[in-house]
């Protein structure tokens, strides 16, 4: 179903985490396209550049791809496995396929997304581990904000 | 868990409905209240208004609520039960309580939050399923874009 090469969807949301980096922000970046490979949003985390704490990276590029009277020819690409909350948006709008360019850091709702027959590709890519790791040691209360979750 | 009357919280979200309604968009609305009934954020759809597919009643009433380090004591109220993608919200963000105006017209993920411990209130409240039904008769086509169902 997914024609474009994965790696290449996942440059677009990679750079997207790089500017919320830059940002001072959360560097998770993501972007939607069709199954055919044409961006149709993009976008990052904003909790700390907007103090949204509902613009997650999937919901911003969400935003930016304005209004459709469907999502089932649609990619969902993350630079981090999507969340509850993101995993909710794909489900609800039945997205086709996403790509997740890594689950190493934080798994969230991806397997359950599989079993209702969403596609899903995992690149995991080194790039994209390392932006996380290196995040959720220097502003652990930072990430934790971001998936709900007290400072242990 | 839950101290305050349903009803009254339920009224500032059906406020809120009315507000959306009122401006030609979807009519649903929502709060977010800490569980002693303290009110944190409010919105209603943003669909129509701002061309924003990302802000249903939820997600508008919880980025209006800012930036908070946990949800852990807090109740989102909906005049319509939450569809996956605020399902995923209350889920992630690991919220106590939900108060459903009604879950008529549309049932979304209540029963899933249910077996995850979420306290779900169903208020059946006549009020809300009229908003909702005369809505999805006058305007199936926007209703099934906000819930990004092709029109039958």
Known sequence: M?????????????????????????????????????????????RVQDGDPAM??????FRDAGRRPHYRDTVMVTTLSPCWF????????GMAHVVIGEAR?????????????????????????????EFIEQRPELWFEDIGVETP
């Open 105 to 133: 850091t934080f798994s969230g709702g991806h397997d359950w997304l599989a079993g209702l027959g969403v596609g899903i590709t995992i690149v995991d890519d080194p790039g994209c581990v390392a932006l996380m790791t």
């Open 2 to 46: 997914l024609k474009p090469d994965p790696g290449r969807l996942l440059a677009v949301a990679r750079e997207e985490a790089l500017l919320g980096k830059a940002e001072g922000g959360v560097p998770i970046g993501a972007a939607l396209f069709t199954v055919d490979g044409e961006l149709l949003g993009r976008g990052h985390n904003r």
């Open 56 to 61: 997650h990276a999937e919901t911003a590029a």
């Open 86 to 93: 993101c995993s909710g948006l794909i489900r609800q709008f």
